[in-house]
């Protein structure tokens, strides 16, 4: 897959005007949007504004502790490793 050889596509924008039209499309009819005509930059900016504009965030506070104590656990057993 030769997008997941992009560098830095978290850190990019992409175009904001752009990604504003693929979420009012993704809004209105979800059926009709092609998102693989879209480069990578843009569809991570797009992801990224999904995450943010969640009401509720995708790792709860109520799992935060948990979540912390098992990559502490991880980091101590492999030593950072994958």
């Known amino acids: 897959m030769p997008d997941m050889a992009v560098e830095g596509i978290f850190r990019k ?3 904001i ?3 504003q039209q693929i979420s009012d499309a993704l809004d209105k009819d979800s059926t009709t949007v092609n998102l693989s005509d879209e480069n990578p930059v843009q569809l ?4 990224k ?3 943010r504009e969640m009401p509720d965030p ?3 506070f109520r799992l935060h502790k948990l979540f912390c104590a ?3 656990e991880w980091l101590r057993n492999t030593g950072g490793r994958l």
């Not at 991570?44 to 992801?47: C, G, I, V």
């Open 17 to 19: 005007r752009r990604l």
């Open 70 to 72: 098992a990559a502490c």
């Open 58 to 60: 995708l790792l709860t």
């Open 13 to 15: 924008n992409g175009n």
């Open 49 to 51: 504004r999904f995450l």
């Open 44 to 47: 991570a900016a797009l992801l």
